[in-house]
Each structure stands twice: as structure tokens, then as C-alpha cells.
């Protein structure tokens, strides 16, 4: 099972589809099979529901390199990398770097937040903080004070700007002047992340340091000794008032001073956590994407055919998709899909697949390119055996008829498999072709078969047979398509 990507205008499907030859199956699932999900639900069960929209370098990024992913008001898909900003409308990529911003030091940037006036404020790795006002860049401090690298900003509920720097600590702005508060744990480390609890609290994460709590203007260190996992904090989310905190070694959660270990993702470094409008928990990872999804744990790496395992953020725009940066393969976008994939990895015998037939509701026969005929019945698969060898012979075309017959076009002939016994029809027995392509089925019971360059026959109910070709009128020899 995989996702499915659309990535680069070119079908995909986590399992690698290729146009033309089919790599693995792809199903078509009816809304009522998922749930008799809506279209604005994307709880909508498994995983590999999602399909994915994948921008690169190849089409308009400046870096595969991703620091964060992040939605503004005005709906525009913001991106951080070491090569600069970019601003994604749906259609192009518009990029802010030392090019059009002239004050900066380098193109280097963390991270992006919306402040309360919707303008925007970007950390960057050399250039402090960098405000965004009606299209305009300016540097964010207006005192005196020198910081050259932050790595987040945060605002909270009364107004104050917070920004975490690189090495040096916490400031507290206000208009633009920054002022360190006097904690030593929040001087000479780097603040990573910070949010605030439902009581106005506010929580920084630090890179070394542990946990820090502002509380009633007074702080407190909480680290491993207290029970965190790790004095390493990457992310930090409130959720149903309890505090997700994403740490290198994995998530602990914080309520009333006590600490809690997430045991699905112990020793997993967490860059990210999010929460869908459902109220699933996904967790960007240097190994791969999870989701909580009502205590069921889901976890997807480059082996269940994510384009790259190590996700820096993620972020869900207003229609309810979620979008991950990526720190190799670009800019994703998951999106839910009614469609399933089978490949190798759930039994099918050959990803490259050439056609498939329903013999019943929820029962389908797939014919592969080395010989193989399967029967796929929801998650079981199991191959069909025919009295003939067909191993690495391409299987063209399948067809039931009324009578419950498996007819089979290959390129060693045409076989008619009943329940009985196996007939074949080739060269060896009377026929111009044995590459046999598309068949179909007439009002009368008759069974047409066209070939690549031996024109049309028709078999009867009786198995008789008539052959057309260009000497009985037939306008051409070779069939490439169904007659459907």
C-alpha cells in the first residue's frame, strides 16, 4: 500500500506508476467504501487515501532544501529555505532573496509567522528578524541590539513579540526594541520553538536547556530530570490542553508539572506536529511521516513511497490538505483520494499491468506483462493457473463472457479458460497472428479478437472460427485498442 503522487504534472503513485505500462493497480473506491465520507472530511481512514502534489527544482523551487511550509490570510503557500523565501500561488513560485531584498546577509531563513496585523516575520540565519508590511521588507529590531541569528518568532495573546535567536537566547520585543529577560537558561542557547498555554503561559523550547515555562512572570526549567525525553526541543504543540513537545529523542507530553512519554515515537527525532481540523496528530520526523489518527499510529518512510523521509514542517491550508517541506525532495501536498494502490508489496504479481476486468462486484482479474493473470478481492490476491505456460508473456486483454468463461488475449495466442478445461488458439493451430490484443463480445455471443498484424477473427458459440484480413475486406490488419 502506498500513497499516490501527481507530483511534476505526471502521475505517480508512491509505488513509482509509470504513463503507459501501469505500475501496480490503482483502484477507484466508491465514497460509500470509505465511510460515506463528505468532501470537507479528511479524517477519511487510511493514509493511503492521500494522494500528493510534489514541486522540485525541476518545476520553480529554488532549493529541495526546505525549512518550513506556512499559509498566510491572503491563502499564498509561504516557503523558508538556506536560498531564500518563497511565495507559491498555485501556479508559480515568486522568490525573495538577496536579489530583491538588499539589507540581507545572506539568503539563509528559518522560519515565517502571521502577527495579529497579518503582516509577516521571518527568522533568518544572519539578517535577525524581518518584517513583511504590504509587500514591503524591513528589518524587524530597532535598538541598538545586534542579533544576527534567530531561528523563531512567536506572538502571543497579548500582543508581545518573542524571538528565539541562534546561540544567544531569548528577547522580548516591543516596537522593534528587544530586551533579553534575565534567566540564565534562556541566555547563550538557541530558542527553537515556543507557543502558549491556554492559561496565557508561555513555553519556550531550547537546544540544550530543556523546557522553560513563563507563568505569572516567573519562569521555571523543566528537563530530563523532571521526566522530559530529551533537553533537546525541536516543536512544541498545545493540544486538548495538553503539551506536545517534539523533542530529537522522540514526544513527551506535558500536563499539571507531569511528564508523559509517547511510546509510538520513542527515539524518533520530531520536527513538527500538527493537527488536522479533525483532530488527527501528524508529526513531521527525520525518518518519515506518522499520524495519530484515534489512537491508531500510522508511520510512513521512503519504503512505503514518501519522495523522502526527512519532513521539516508541516502546515494544513484552508482547504483542509496538508502541505509538508521536505529537506530533499521539495514541497509536498497531501491530498485525500478515492483511489487505492496494489502493487508487489500486497501480492500482485507484476506492477506492470496491462489490463483488469471485474468478474463480479469487488472482485477484479488483472493481467500483467510477464504472464500472470490475478484476482484481486478487496485485500486478498491470488493467481489464476491456465493449462498453459504464459511465464514472461505479456497478457493484453481479458474477458468474461455470458457464460462465465475467462477469455485471455496474449502474445502466445488466445485462451478460452472454463471451469472445465483450457482451449487455446495460435498459429499452430490455424491462426495468421499470435499476438492477440483486444477482445470483446457481441450481442450474439461471438467473440471477436483482434491481433497486432493478423487482423480480426470472430469465434463462434460452437468455437468456430472466421478469420478477417485485408483479402476479405477488412480495412486494416492491426488492432491496438479495445473494440469495446
Not at 511565495?87 to 531563513?109: H, M, Q
Not at 528565539?164 to 530586551?179: A, C, V
Request: aromatic fraction near 10%; glycine fraction near 10%; hydrophobic fraction near 35%.
Amino acid at each position: 500500500m502506498g500513497l499516490i503522487n501527481f507530483g511534476n504534472n505526471a502521475i505517480y503513485l508512491l509505488m513509482k506508476l509509470r504513463i503507459g505500462l501501469f505500475l501496480g493497480l490503482i483502484y477507484l473506491i466508491p465514497l460509500q467504501s470509505v465511510s460515506q465520507v463528505s468532501p470537507g472530511d479528511n479524517t477519511r481512514g487510511p493514509v493511503f487515501h492521500y494522494v500528493i502534489n510534489q514541486w522540485t527544482t525541476e518545476n520553480g523551487l529554488v532549493s529541495n532544501n526546505i525549512n518550513q511550509v506556512f499559509q498566510s490570510s491572503d491563502g499564498h503557500i509561504w516557503l523558508t529555505t538556506f536560498n531564500g523565501i518563497m511565495r507559491f500561488d498555485g501556479v508559480r513560485f515568486e522568490v525573495f532573496n538577496k536579489d530583491n531584498i538588499p539589507f540581507l546577509n545572506s539568503n539563509a531563513f528559518y522560519t515565517v509567522i502571521e502577527k495579529s496585523d497579518n503582516s509577516l516575520l521571518f527568522s533568518s540565519q544572519a539578517s535577525g528578524a524581518i518584517d513583511l508590511n504590504t509587500g514591503i521588507f524591513s528589518t524587524h529590531s530597532q535598538s541598538d541590539t545586534v542579533l544576527s541569528g534567530v531561528r523563531v518568532s512567536f506572538e502571543d495573546s497579548n500582543g508581545k513579540i518573542w524571538i528565539g535567536s541562534n546561540n544567544d537566547g531569548l528577547y522580548l520585543s516591543e516596537g522593534g526594541i528587544l530586551t533579553q529577560p534575565d534567566y540564565e537558561y534562556l541566555k547563550n542557547t538557541s530558542i527553537i520553538s515556543i507557543c502558549e498555554g491556554k492559561n496565557g503561559e508561555i513555553f519556550f523550547g531550547t537546544s540544550g536547556y530543556g523546557l522553560i515555562k513563563l507563568e505569572n512572570e516567573m519562569y521555571s526549567q523543566f528537563t530530563t530530570a523532571s521526566g522530559l525525553i530529551s533537553n533537546h526541543i525541536k516543536s512544541l504543540k498545545i493540544i486538548n490542553d495538553i503539551l506536545y513537545i517534539g523533542t530529537v529523542e522522540g514526544v513527551s507530553l506535558y500536563t499539571e508539572n507531569t511528564f508523559e512519554t509517547y511510546p509510538s515515537l520513542k527515539g524518533v527525532e520530531i520536527n513538527d506536529i500538527k493537527v488536522s481540523p479533525e483532530g488527527d496528530i501528524w508529526y513531521a520526523t527525520e525518518t518519515g511521516l506518522a499520524r495519530d489518527h484515534n489512537g491508531e499510529f500510522d508511520f510512513f518512510t521512503e519504503d512505503n513511497g514518501l519522495p523522502s523521509r526527512q519532513i521539516s514542517s508541516l502546515v494544513y491550508d484552508t482547504e483542509g490538505d496538508l502541505w509538508l517541506s521536505t529537506k530533499k525532495s521539495g514541497l509536498l501536498q497531501l491530498k485525500y483520494s478515492n483511489f487505492i494502490n496494489k502493487t508487489t508489496k500486497d501480492g500482485l504479481s507484476l506492477n506492470s499491468v496491462n489490463s483488469m476486468i471485474e468478474e463480479k462486484p469487488g472482485v477484479f482479474l488483472v493481467g500483467s506483462d510477464n504472464g500472470a493473470i490475478d484476482r484481486v478481492m478487496g485485500g486478498e490476491i491470488k493467481s489464476i493457473n491456465v493449462d498453459y505456460n504464459l511465464e514472461n508473456v505479456s497478457i493484453k486483454d481479458l474477458l468474461i463472457d455470458r457464460n462465465d468463461n475467462l477469455w485471455i488475449a496474449s502474445y502466445r495466442g488466445i485462451i478460452k479458460h472454463t471451469k472445465s478445461k483450457d482451449i487455446i488458439w495460435n498459429k499452430e493451430n490455424g491462426l495468421n497472428d499470435n499476438q492477440a490484443r483486444v477482445l470483446h463480445e457481441d450481442g450474439s455471443g461471438n467473440i471477436w479478437v483482434g491481433f497486432k498484424n493478423g487482423g480480426l477473427i470472430k469465434i463462434g458459440k460452437n468455437d468456430e472460427i472466421k478469420t478477417f484480413t485485408r483479402n476479405n475486406g477488412l480495412g486494416v490488419t492491426i488492432f491496438c485498442q479495445s473494440m469495446n
